[in-house]
């Protein structure tokens, strides 16, 4: 049996209803078909902006103090190259403590004792050092004639362990015993270098 619905017979209300029911009906459709997907992607790419962005920052961030490093390296090999001038060759060791000695000399020390040792090793690993026990007997004024005169020298040598002996009066002025050791450092070569083992602590 057909029911028959006359619109015209149904409450207002009833009637404001039927009309905008399928205008609803099709918004929420719309916004969970459409519009809600639509939503989660542009939230996803979102997200993927912002990592983006982070990762660029990040990267940039990193790449400023890369030119940073890269000019502080720069600078290191150059003070490097710098302090290896001052270093002697080992072939010019024994020339350099002879003029070292004719120094004193010069400055009026008494030579009384000149002993070269080994050569070892500095902690540094980068250096060998060449030590020499030195005894001198001379004036308060001609050792520090000596030690000025070395501060002139354009290599490194190094006073270490200085002691002074009772002052004695000779004659017109006072003599002092006086002994120190002299050390000089020559270049590890690289080839050394990489066979040498590694110190303890030490990053590889």
Avoid: C
């Avoid at 009026?108 to 090793?121: N, R, V, Y």
């Amino acid at each position: 049996m057909a029911i028959k619905l006359d619109i015209k017979t149904l409450p207002s209300y009833v009637k404001v209803i039927v009309a905008v029911l399928p205008s609803i009906l099709i918004a929420v459709l719309v916004l969970f078909l459409v519009i809600s997907p639509k939503l989660k992607q542009i939230k996803t790419l979102e997200a993927q902006i912002d990592k983006q962005n982070n990762e660029i920052a990040a990267s940039q961030t990193k790449a400023a103090k890369l030119e940073v490093l890269k000019i502080e390296n720069e600078r290191l090999i150059k003070r490097i190259n710098e302090l290896k001038e001052q270093l002697p060759d080992e072939k010019e060791i024994s020339s350099l403590l002879k003029q070292v000695s004719d120094m004193g000399i010069s400055a009026g020390l008494e030579i009384k004792s000149w002993k070269p040792s080994a050569k070892k090793t500095h902690p540094s690993g980068i250096v060998y050092e060449i030590p020499v026990s030195v005894d001198v007997i001379g004036t308060y004024h001609n050792l520090g004639y000596f030690l000025s005169s070395l501060t002139k020298l354009n290599r490194i040598v190094n006073i270490n362990n200085m002691k002074l002996g009772s002052p004695k009066k000779e004659k017109s002025s006072t003599a002092l015993q006086v002994s120190f050791t002299a050390a000089t450092f020559s270049a590890v070569s690289d080839d050394e270098a990489a066979k040498a083992p590694v110190p303890a602590g030490a990053k590889k």
